[in-house]
T-cell receptor, first 111, second 115 residues
Framework: GDSVTQMEGPVTLSEEAFLTINCTYT??????LFWYVQYPGEGLQLLLK?????DKGSNKGFEATYRKETTSFHLEKGSVQVSDSAVYFC??????????FGQGTELSVKP | GAGVSQSPSNKVTEKGKDVELRCDPI?????LYWYRQSLGQGLEFLIY????????KSGLPSDRFSAERTGGSVSTLTIQRTQQEDSAVYLC?????????????FGPGTRLTVT
């Protein structure tokens, strides 16, 4: 079945460091790909998405490009802030729009 | 407008008891999804509704779990004879319609603890 694998955390970075969180997927068909974020004490919210190959999703300085040839959707940010500390989930849509999530990567940014 | 709401926010129950978790989707959203977030299993899909029908129940872990949706709005997830492994945060999400084109909006979740 469809699945998502993302790099294990926790990831600890200093403020203004470059962030990459790797995400790869296995899917039949052509899923849409998503990054969701869960800030401490808050609910899941959509960070960015891409619906077809070579699309780039971006939001709040974060970017991810849908790479069909490598089945990847890596999350990047050029300069992280303390406020980016959260758990990040990579996901794809399967039948009916249900989301299949990766295991989540906890990011901690130190001042 | 109001977002997705869930009640109760926290529920502690004894093993063997039944529990009901409620989800109020965003008004006008025809699709509703239930997920479970637990330490051991991460975020898992349980069931989704399009209107009052449930085309995909494949994520329900056992026949102790059931869900219904009435009037195309509120949904209730029922767990019968709860077990300790049912302890998790149960999340509900809604979207304008089912399908990958539509963003899902998540509620704050219900934290279930089975003692």
């Amino acid at each position: 079945g469809d699945s998502v694998t993302q790099m294990e955390g926790p990831v600890t970075l200093s403020e203004e460091a470059f962030l990459t969180i790797n995400c790869t997927y296995t899917a039949t068909g052509y899923p849409s790909l998503f990054w969701y974020v869960q800030y401490p004490g808050e609910g899941l919210q959509l960070l960015l998405k891409a619906t077809k190959a070579d699309d780039k999703g971006s939001n709040k300085g974060f970017e991810a490009t849908y790479r069909k040839e490598t089945t990847s959707f890596h999350l990047e940010k050029g300069s992280v802030q303390v406020s980016d500390s959260a758990v990040y989930f990579c996901a794809l849509t399967s039948g009916g729009g249900k989301l299949i999530f990766g295991q989540g990567t906890e990011l901690s940014v130190k001042p | 407008g109001a977002g997705v709401s869930q009640s109760p926010s926290n529920k502690v129950t004894e093993k063997g008891k039944d529990v009901e978790l409620r989800c109020d989707p965003i008004s006008g959203h025809t699709a509703l999804y239930w997920y479970r977030q637990s330490l051991g299993q991460g975020l898992e899909f349980l069931i989704y509704f399009q209107g009052n029908s449930a085309p995909d129940k494949s994520g329900l872990p056992s026949d102790r779990f059931s869900a219904e949706r009435t009037g195309g709005s509120v949904s209730t997830l029922t767990i019968q004879r709860t077990q300790q492994e049912d302890s998790a945060v149960y999340l509900c999400a809604s979207s304008l319609a089912s399908g990958s084109s539509y963003e899902q909006y998540f509620g704050p979740g219900t934290r279930l603890t089975v003692t």
